[in-house]
């Protein structure tokens, strides 16, 4: 059965180039993005995995740990490991899960036979501290992630998850936020001292409390 948002994420013990991981206590306190890839040694991929060892100290400081998988075994790894620093200019500084046997991949529902039988397809997965399925993207093998906008929604999972805000369409850190309907004037105005602009009943804007 699929995965759906807040869900527990499965937990599970694999291979990777920094180690054998045990998910969930690898994951400890922290906030995390898993990843997959089809297989290794694909344009595509070398991209990606590129742009997120160069945007690591992005996630770092949002107290996020990054892992990547792919259905390839820690060998193969090794030698794309070489590709990647070379042709992107930011060597691997995160763990790449070896995940030959498929075990991971067949966890979280990542392999999509009408795509591939074998490969898996583009996911991200973004999980909370409690260990809790936040999101989930796929991609088509043909289409690269884009990492900022898993950053942008990243910082609004992160935001919501402390105040009793929403957040807007193409809401950016630092922008004004959206006070939830179920919440009524009076306690707004408590929750919200920086004060809010009511538009319509259903629509107060109120800047973002953290900044």
Known sequence: MSLRLGDTAPDFEQDST????KFHDWIGNSWAILFSHPKDFTPVCTTELGEVARLK??????????????????????????????????????????????KVSELYDMIHPNTDATATVRSVF??????????????????????????????????????????PVNWRDGQDCIIPPSIPDAEADKLFPKGYKKI????????QPNK
Not at 18 to 21: A, C, L, Q, S, Y
Not at 140 to 159: H, K, Y
Not at 200 to 207: A, I, M, S
């Open 18 to 21: 920094d180690g054998r991981i």
């Open 200 to 207: 319509k009943p259903y629509l107060r804007v109120t800047p």
């Open 57 to 102: 100290p992005e996630f770092d400081k949002r107290n996020t740990k990054v892992i990547g998988l792919s259905v390839d075994g820690l060998k193969e790894h090794q030698g794309w490991i070489g590709d990647i620093k070379e042709t992107q200019g930011h060597a691997l500084n995160f763990p790449l899960l070896a995940d030959a046997d498929r």
């Open 126 to 167: 973004i999980i909370g501290p409690d260990k809790k399925v936040k999101l989930q993207i796929t991609y088509p093998m043909s289409t690269g992630r884009n990492f900022d906008e898993i950053i942008r929604v990243l910082d609004s999972l992160q935001l919501t998850a402390n105040f009793k805000v929403a957040t």
